[in-house]
């Protein structure tokens, strides 16, 4: 082997050793900690809206440095949409807010989750109940037509701390009236309702307490919860899941699973702080 053959092995290194790699196609900065990001997708990809993948990059070690992140596509989009926070300090988030089209990130084409479909049981209401980048796999789920078919009214609570973090979520919803795919489907049926906790906003509060005090029903002007009508997924923080699972309960849904469908379904692996 010459010298020059050496050199070329080494430089084609990095794009030929990325396992699983998948191609950055867009990147969009929402706030200094917010950002979304689109990569193609596997063709032998299959998945259900709410699911999650392992995404990463190399770490400084040369080791994939993977974590759990909700695909915010719908199933039948030809692309993979991610929403994530960024961690300054964070092992992955550091160096993956930095992406650019053309870009490659590792995606292992390996879909699972519990904040599908099937994991509820019939009802006629559905409650998306998330914070901060929770939203992602309800992104996915207010653009796929069987949560309109399956549901007569889907309702998005997301609260966050600031107005601006609320903007891609907002402007998701917004865009469903005029999606050629289900936007007739979608019609009056969404409901959203956005809060903030820090920022003054139209809409204030913790969706625990907007839930337990009745708010959110009386602005709507929706009937409470009820076991028989209500089915609701739940992504956020650890202590998120727990407030929300008890007031959840409070109104008597019990919890399920992909094995077991009952009235509500919580996502456990969550991408939060640290990352």
Known sequence: ??????????????????????????????????????????????????????????????????????????????????????????????????????????????????????????????????????????????RDPETYEKYDQVIMMHTCREKAELEYGRQLVESLKDDPLIGEMVGDKLKYYPTTTREESDRMGRITDNLASGKVFEDLGIPPMSAENDRAMVCGSMAFNIDVKAVLEGFGLREGANSEPLEYVVEKAFVGDGI
């Open 1 to 142: 082997m010459n010298d020059a053959s050496t050199v070329n092995d080494v430089q084609a290194t990095p794009v030929r050793m990325l396992p699983d790699a998948q191609e950055v196609t867009s990147v969009q900065h929402w706030t200094d900690r917010l950002f979304s990001f689109r990569v193609t997708r596997p063709q032998s990809l299959r998945f259900r809206s709410g699911e999650f993948v392992m995404i990463g990059l190399l770490g400084e070690n040369g080791k994939p440095l993977l974590r759990a992140y909700s695909i915010a596509s719908p199933s039948w989009d030809e692309e993979l949409e991610f929403y994530s926070i960024k961690v300054p300090d964070g092992p992955l988030t550091s160096k993956l807010q930095h992406i650019q089209p053309g870009d490659q990130i590792i995606l292992r084409p390996k879909p699972v989750g519990t904040l599908v479909l099937d994991a509820l049981l019939p009802g006629k209401r559905l409650w998306f109940l998330a914070t901060g980048t929770g939203i992602a796999p309800f992104a996915s789920l207010m």
